[in-house]
């Protein structure tokens, strides 16, 4: 059974320790799993995996020369038998399929998988979790630490230089209407508010 052994940095925030490393998809893709709900009603909690959404995911990184900075995030599980040996600042465990639980960016990784190349990304590590530490992880991770609105992204999208032509003019027909029009004042251009029609809303 083979054992990796990576550089890594060790960090505390509450008294919870983690650590930092780049790891390679070669190695995640031996050592990852998925806890989902509808494969293990008992004690699996995430959603299950969405195919269509990793394939776009390979897509960017194939053949848009995308980058993914964002860590992915996981539980080491006994089988692997994970250590930090502070002396080297270097993480050990051994390969299994079952070693290390995605708590956060499982489509992100799976997406990276299917690429068929093989990536250094960043990785955040807990070890030691109990089960219910693992799904409170995830709920605060889901909860407390939000994405950026659809709504934001696309009124600056113009300034990325990735804006079709149909949201071109779909930007400039909403910033028209919101100005000079009967619909002047009930357009949100950059985030959700009761009563207001965003961006997300009036392109669909």
Do not use: W
Request: hydrophobic share 35%; glycine share 4%; aromatic share 8%.
């Amino acid at each position: 059974m083979s054992v990796y052994t990576f550089d890594a940095l060790v960090c505390s925030q509450n008294k919870q320790e983690f650590y930092i490393a780049v790891l390679p998809t070669e190695t995640l893709e031996k050592v990852c799993y998925v806890s989902s709900r509808d494969q293990d009603p008992k004690e699996g909690f995430q959603r299950s995996l969405n195919e269509s959404r990793a394939k776009d995911i390979a897509n960017y990184m194939n053949n848009k020369d995308g980058i993914i900075p964002s860590a992915i995030i996981l539980s080491a599980q006994d089988t692997v038998q994970f250590s930090f040996n502070k002396t080297k600042n270097t993480i050990s465990f051994k390969e299994n399929n079952h070693g290390f639980m995605v708590l956060d960016g499982q489509h992100r990784l799976y997406g990276l998988f299917k690429s068929g190349k093989n990536y250094n990304i960043p990785v955040v590590i807990f070890n030691n979790l109990t089960t219910s530490e693992e799904v409170n992880l995830f709920i605060d991770i889901n909860t407390t630490q939000k994405g950026v609105p659809t709504t934001l992204l696309l009124d600056i999208k113009n300034l990325s230089g990735r804006e079709t032509k149909k949201e071109e003019k779909q930007r400039k027909l909403f910033d028209l209407l919101n100005e000079d029009s009967v619909m002047a004042g009930l357009l949100s251009p950059s985030k959700s508010k009761v009563g207001k029609i965003t961006r997300v809303v009036f392109n669909q």
